[in-house]
């Protein structure tokens, strides 16, 4: 098990954080990082740690990224922990399940500014060294739990297209997601089209 050299929970610590006033943009942030890493770790046989590497690079992570074989198996069980967020059907459950994750996987508020790289912002996770999969839960958590202040509905849904699993998270505003992405969404448009024709020509 690896501890991280370096980690952020604000992606924007370039000159967008510099300038302050991004919470939110942030908090978006993170959940699409934890959103990424949940449908990287989970859905399939165990990724490859350069795979996961990979996405915490694509998601603000500076530096050399090391994480080991077994930190991935670590990071698998919070990702799965996570994805039952995403899964539950309404707010309540949303809810429920991340207020038991943050009472038994995530320590007491405090802030960091990495030792002056970042601006000042909050983990729950217990030192700024903590192992991958203990920053990974904390961080989420927090991310989905303002997101869920702020909304006040549900943070995010699992993909509605079949054969897709990943999770995603819901913008800011405007109708409700229900594809993990563009692919997906006309992949399925499609599929119902034809099924649509399929009917049209029975009948
Ligand atoms: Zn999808």
Redesign the pocket.
């Known amino acids: 098990m690896s501890s991280k050299n370096r980690r952020t929970d604000d992606p924007r610590k370039g000159e967008g954080a510099k300038r302050g006033g991004h919470t939110r943009h942030s908090v978006q942030d993170n959940a699409q990082r934890t959103a990424a890493l949940v449908n990287v770790l989970t859905g399939g046989s165990p990724p490859a740690p350069a795979d996961v590497a990979d996405v915490l690079r694509d998601h603000g992570e500076t530096g050399p990224v090391d994480v080991s074989p077994a930190d991935v198996a670590e990071l698998r069980i919070a990702a799965e922990a996570l994805r039952g967020v995403f899964a539950a059907p309404d707010l309540a459950e949303a809810v429920t399940c991340l207020n038991r994750l943050l009472a038994e996987g995530t320590g007491p508020v405090r802030l960091s500014a990495h030792g002056g790289d970042t601006p000042w912002h909050i983990h729950l996770d217990s030192g700024d060294e903590a192992p991958w999969a203990e920053w990974f839960l904390a961080s989420s958590c927090m991310a989905l739990a303002v997101l869920i202040w702020d909304r006040q509905r549900p943070p995010g849904g699992v993909?509605a297209?079949r054969r897709?699993t990943?999770v995603y998270v819901e913008g800011g505003s405007g109708a409700p997601r229900r594809?993990?992405?563009g692919r997906?969404a006309t992949r399925e448009r499609v599929a119902t089209h034809r099924r649509s024709r399929l009917v049209r020509d029975d009948g």
Do not use: K, L
Request: hydrophobic share 10%; aromatic share 12%.
């Open positions: 993909c297209a897709c990943n594809y993990c992405s997906c």
